[in-house]
């Protein structure tokens, strides 16, 4: 039996990039296409199969411990950056300025996906929701390039908005306009933190 199913939601791919150096800066380097691979994006500095850890995994494991890399793409959501920037008071954000891999219209609630829902292309590229990405002050300095005194603003107003990490499934090619197809997790939501079935509430 199928563990996720086919959805009839799709998101069109309308930016790519690659952030090449982070101690340089974050701002991302927008490009039109790139080549997926199991490693996620040649010359991209979040990409490798493995990690250290940081911030975000500190309760799991001591930073900078080599563990699986499930951070390969930022990806973002285009309708959720236009929310970011009106709680900002600023006209846009580019997914440049938070170091985006690939940004996505017409998929809903994007943020909050699934994770292990399926990002699929056309040709079978297949992009892993890891999770939730949580806003930091980073794009802050990218930001503040562009539009003095309004970085400090983004991690707040980027809750809940600010995207998810995901990971390569299977290889292929990424270009601006494609269409990625949603599958989710064919699973109820888990419950554990609910009394079980019988107990007493």
Do not use: Y
Request: contains cysteine; glycine residues 10%; hydrophobic residues 40%.
């Amino acid at each position: 039996m199928p563990a996720l199913m086919p959805t009839d939601f799709s998101g069109k791919v309308t930016w790519l990039g690659r952030v090449a150096n982070r101690a340089t800066t974050l701002e991302a380097e927008p490009l039109q296409e790139v080549t997926v691979g199991f490693a996620g994006v040649m010359g991209e500095e979040h990409g490798g199969l493995t990690r250290p850890s940081c911030s975000r995994v500190l309760l799991q494991h001591p930073r900078d411990t080599v563990i699986r890399n499930v951070r390969q793409f930022s990806i973002v959501s285009t309708e959720e950056l236009a929310l970011i920037a009106a709680s900002m008071g600023l006209e846009r954000i580019e997914p440049a300025w938070v170091g985006a891999s690939i940004a996505v219209e017409g998929l809903p609630d994007f943020t909050h996906l699934p994770p292990s829902s399926r990002l699929q292309g056309a040709d079978g590229v297949t992009l892993v929701v890891d999770m939730e990405n949580r806003p930091c002050q980073l794009p802050a300095k990218v930001i503040d390039g562009v539009h003095p005194g309004f970085g400090k603003a983004f991690k707040s107003a980027a809750k809940g908005r600010r995207g998810v990490t995901a990971w390569v499934e299977r290889e292929g090619r990424l270009v601006v306009g494609d269409r990625l197809r949603l599958h989710i997790p064919d699973q109820r939501a888990w419950q554990g933190a609910l009394p079980l079935f019988g107990e007493a509430g």
